[in-house]
């Protein structure tokens, strides 16, 4: 299995919104509703940020949100604060397994 | 509220076997609602799935590492181990456990994860 193709790095300024894509084939990000999107910060544990494509999990700002098109899967954050500046990795499910991006490296200028 | 913590040596031999487990608290292993995961990373990499389990054994594995890996669980002590063989240095990473979310035998999600253990292969 390949891993989902994720840019490696954008950036924003606070208050503005970027959005975050994840591309993969129809037998994982097109063939099922279950991707997920985690946010990491330097030295930490991965996050749950998004499942399922677009639910948040209780405690998460609703300034994430997911979506889903085709092959492509999108997380967007809306109101960048300095702490979004993360690293940001999608997953999804393919064939009995699970396949993650290669990461994102968001930067709040 | 559901906390999970790796245990095991960080530093393994090449060609030797690494061993983890995953302690979990708050809750119970034995739950029908979800699987248990590891996953690992690199040093300066990204995210890789090694594999999940579920409380009645029932196994997933990532086809890269099948052949060298073996996910157990004890629900005696709400525990899920790992075993990695023929490690090298290409296996440096810090390991996490996490519990998966799974519905109509599709595997999703993970939350919460647990702190990471970071296991060097190196003579």
């Known amino acids: 299995q390949s891993a989902l193709t994720q840019p490696a790095s954008v950036s924003g300024s606070p208050g503005q919104s970027i959005t975050i894509s994840c591309t993969g084939t129809s037998s994982d990000v097109g063939g099922y509703n279950y991707v997920s999107w985690y946010q990491q910060h330097p030295g930490k544990a991965p996050k749950l940020m998004i499942y399922?494509?677009?639910n948040r999990p209780s405690g998460v700002s609703n300034r994430f949100s997911g979506s889903k098109s085709g092959n492509t899967a999108s997380l967007t954050i809306s109101g960048l604060q300095a702490e979004d500046e993360a690293d940001y990795y999608c997953?999804?499910?393919?064939?009995?397994?699970?396949?993650f991006g290669g990461g994102t490296k968001l930067t709040v200028l | 509220q559901l906390q999970l913590q790796e245990s095991g040596p960080g530093l393994v031999k090449p060609s030797e076997t690494l061993s983890l487990t995953c302690t979990v608290s708050?809750?119970?292993?034995?739950?029908?609602?979800?699987?248990w995961g590891w996953i690992r990373q690199p040093p300066g990499k990204g995210l890789e799935w090694i594999g999940s389990?579920?409380?009645?054994?029932?196994?997933y594995y990532n086809p890269s590492l099948k052949s060298r890996v073996t996910i157990s669980v004890d629900t005696s002590k709400n525990q899920f181990s790992l075993k990695l063989s023929s490690v090298t240095a290409a296996d440096t990473a810090v390991y996490y456990c996490a519990r998966q979310g799974w519905q109509w035998l599709v595997l999703g999600w993970f939350d919460p994860w647990g702190q990471g253990t970071l296991v060097t292969v190196s003579s």
């Open positions: 389990i579920y409380y009645s054994g029932s196994t």
């Open positions: 997953s999804s499910y393919t064939s009995s397994n699970v396949v």
């Open positions: 708050g809750g119970s292993i034995s739950s029908s609602s979800y699987y």
């Open positions: 399922d494509v677009s």
